[in-house]
Every structure is written in C-alpha cells, then in structure tokens.
C-alpha cells in the first residue's frame, strides 16, 4: 500500500525518519519516501504536492529542520492532509526554529505539526494511520491493537516497580 508519503529536506533527516517508515510498516504500510526541499528543490517539492491526489497519495508527512518550509508549502498546494515533523539540526536553534516555522500556518492553511525529532516522526506515523483508519476497519483493528499493548507494556512495567518498591 502506497497511500503514505514522507517527505524530508535533506539526506541528513534520514536517520530520524527512519522511525516513522519502520511505525507505518508495523501497520502494514509501505510508504513512499523521497528527499525533498521546500528550498533546494522546489519545482520538485510543487510538482509532488500538485500530483500526489492522482498518484493515490492520502496522507502526507513532512519533515524539515532549520527554517522549515517543507510541510507549509505542501499544504498551500494540496488539499491531501500535511503531517508536519519539526527536526532539530546540529546546525540550527536546537528545534525550536524548526517547530516555529512548521507549527506557525496561517488560517487556512493547517499542517498537523507534531513533536520535534524522533518523537514527532514516530507519532506522525501513527497519525497518519489514524487518518487512514477512518475508512478502513482492518487499519482500524490494528491501531486498537497498537494501543492495548502499549497500555499492556507499562502497566508490566509498573508491576515490577510496585514489586521492587514495596519489598
Ligand atoms: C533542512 O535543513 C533539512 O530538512 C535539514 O534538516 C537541514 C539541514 O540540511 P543539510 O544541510 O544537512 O542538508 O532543509
């Protein structure tokens, strides 16, 4: 299934972007990854959002440091929902000039911003799922799924604090 994109800036995002492409595997989706700068390349970055409906594209993650640019661009030029991930860079702010620049849309123009790094691309993995999940049952299946072993996950853990606390 091909229904997902994610997009990131530079060759560099890659080893943070990794987590999202291993979550939306775990999920059974296979998503189409592509280096893509708002700033480097932009007839790319125009052509990709212009076309992406008819490519069979519904969801789209975006992810940039520095002056984030990537995911708002998108956004001016689709109607596909935007998922965007601020990522912090060694030559940046530490995050937060990528989180502003991503979070900050004007009204009308809404990207999803999630958190920064390697938080945001997992979670923008399961949201995209989500998204995907509301017209389709099996998705639906697998995200509940998802939860309940999570919750399933702390809770053990839990126990085995509560037994090395009380004894
Ligand atoms: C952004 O600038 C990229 O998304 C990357 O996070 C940052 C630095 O890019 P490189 O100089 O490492 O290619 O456009």
Do not use: Y
């Amino acid at each position: 299934m091909t229904s997902v994109a994610i997009l990131m800036g530079s060759d560099s995002d890659m080893s943070t972007m990794t987590h999202c492409v291993e979550q939306l595997r775990e999920f059974g989706i296979d998503p189409v990854v592509r280096i893509i700068s708002a700033h480097r390349t932009p007839t790319v970055a125009d052509d990709f959002a212009k076309s992406a409906a008819d490519k069979g594209i519904h969801v789209i993650i975006a992810a940039a440091g520095m002056a984030a640019h990537l995911a708002g661009a998108l956004a001016s030029r689709t109607t596909i929902p935007i998922i965007g991930v601020p990522l912090p860079s060694g030559l940046g702010l530490g995050g937060m000039d990528a989180l502003l620049s991503t979070v900050q849309m004007p009204p009308g123009v809404p990207v999803a911003t999630m958190s920064l790094g390697k938080a945001g691309a997992k979670n923008a993995a399961i949201f995209a799922v989500q998204i995907l999940a509301l017209a389709d049952k099996a998705l639906a299946k697998k995200l509940r799924l998802f939860k309940a072993q999570q919750q399933e996950a702390v809770m053990k853990k839990d126990a085995s604090l509560q037994q090395i606390t009380s004894s």
